[in-house]
């Protein structure tokens, strides 16, 4: 059986889930795929892919399963819930690519092991449009010959991936981790470019200071970009990382870290403008409206 | 009169200070030099720099005058105390480089147009041992025909600049602005990189990872690094940027913003980070020191 012909499922077809699976199109796979709502799944089945009714249907013993979902709970219920993944899977391998919490990676990972699969946490770092292009970061652990497995899709996927061991915890705290980075970033350079704004300095100059040379970096461009944009026209960014989403992932950090007795001073501060942007009706906009809030 | 022949002081010979001056002398130029302790002038003494007693005594009535001082206090004493500065450059161009608020900028300002002359606020960014090679990379505001008097100057001194007008405040509101963006990410790697060491994941991984590929950034990179080894080696970083002086620039960034009417979250979440760490006795330590707070 070639690396193509692994009976492959993809649930989970929001805007992230549907690049990823368009990539594995691509690529030569035959997929099966799942939806909530089963109409997101029409494009993908004019390219060939087969639509299943229920989660479980999507997936075969023994195959591999992707799951690209919102939060831990839709996670949860598509995996352990009623017509769920995991006794449909069996000793196959669940590649779990959402951001959730370290908790329910190690819950997931022993229900599968029961079952003789595995779990391996894959959270990747990146937009929709960073996505099709295969371009994304990937963090990625659990056990070892199921990461050996599920790589040569991860090879289409991204461009590349940290590799952090066994502990299906690990990924899952990385990705989360990094999350803060990007929306502490982002809440900095909002209190940055309001604070020369109210000097009547242009935000956009200030976008290409701190991008181009101060960090020189093209994700602190894109953000301080975002942020710009917002405070010049007023009106706030389509999503790419939503408000909504933000929080949740923030709230994942500072849930993680106090399970394991650490305190996140900046996760807490960050959470509060990301609740006072969804108070303004934010919750959808991108991260970077956060001036609006 | 060659521009290395202008009649040229320095004023404040901190690790800063004595970087710049020797920039200077390497490039030729003759240089007054006054510090508030006269010792630190003796290496510049040895590379024939003159050592004024006085800081009135360095400048020269129409001269160029360089400051690097550590705050506004320091500045303002210099400047317009007992043997100041601005009397005695007369019409001028006082060149104030140290990290000081918009309010000082607009006063010494005012007070030098006074006297015929011109303050052009030209704080950097970068560590000694960054300005040591010409790699600062600077800001600049204020009035025009002084901006380009000392352009010579800054061209030794900085691997480039952004400019920013005739407002003297707004070379002092950026580059808050940018070391506030630095505080934030350096209390945001603290938080994600004390989260990931809490689930036993090497810090120096996560560096490399966040610094590399996430943000690609080589001032992330260097913060992420020097956090890291806080939290491996749990001892303090030697300063290149202390945490008594983030907390006198992070300070200096709200009350902007309050004279403004804007308010900064991030800012006053990352004070109280510092305020921590200069409480547990991190004051003369490295930024990247925080984890040990």
Same mark, same amino acid.
């Given at each position: 059986m070639t690396t193509t012909s692994v009976p492959l499922a993809l649930l989970g077809l929001g805007h992230m889930g549907l690049a990823l699976a368009n990539r594995l199109l691509d690529a030569g796979y035959s997929l099966h795929v799942y939806n909530r709502?089963?109409?997101?799944a029409r494009p993908l089945a004019e390219r060939g892919a087969r639509v299943a009714e229920r989660p479980g249907d999507a997936v075969t013993r023994g195959g591999i399963a992707i799951t690209m979902v919102s939060d831990d709970a839709a996670l949860d219920g598509l995996t #352990? !819930?009623? @017509?769920?993944?995991a006794d449909a899977l069996g @000793? !196959?391998?669940?590649l779990s690519m959402s951001t959730v919490g370290p908790a329910t990676a190690r819950l997931l990972a022993v229900e599968q092991a029961r079952r003789g699969g595995a779990y391996v946490s894959a959270p990747v770092f990146g937009r929709p449009d960073v996505a099709a292009q295969g371009k994304l970061w990937g963090v990625m652990s659990g056990a070892a010959a199921a990461r050996a497995r599920v790589a040569p899709l991860l090879d289409v996927l991204t461009r590349g991936r940290t590799d952090l061991g066994d502990d299906p915890a690990a990924a899952s705290v990385v990705k989360l981790g990094g999350n803060l980075l990007i929306l502490a970033a982002n809440a900095a350079l909002t209190d940055a470019l309001s604070l020369a704004a109210a000097y009547d300095i242009d935000p956009a100059t200030l976008a290409a200071l701190y991008g181009d040379? #101060?960090?020189?970096s093209p994700m602190i461009k894109n953000y301080a970009t975002g942020v710009a944009r917002a405070l010049s026209s007023h009106a706030p960014n389509d999503p790419g990382f939503s408000v909504r989403l933000a929080r949740k992932d923030v709230t994942l950090a500072a849930e993680a870290a106090r399970a394991a007795g650490a305190s996140l001073r900046v996760a807490e501060t960050v959470r509060a403008g990301l609740d006072d942007a969804t108070a303004a009706g934010l919750g959808d906009a991108d991260v970077t409206s956060l001036p609006l809030a």
């Open positions: 709502t089963a109409e997101k #352990l !819930g009623p @017509d769920g993944i @000793d !196959g391998v669940h040379t #101060l960090f020189a």
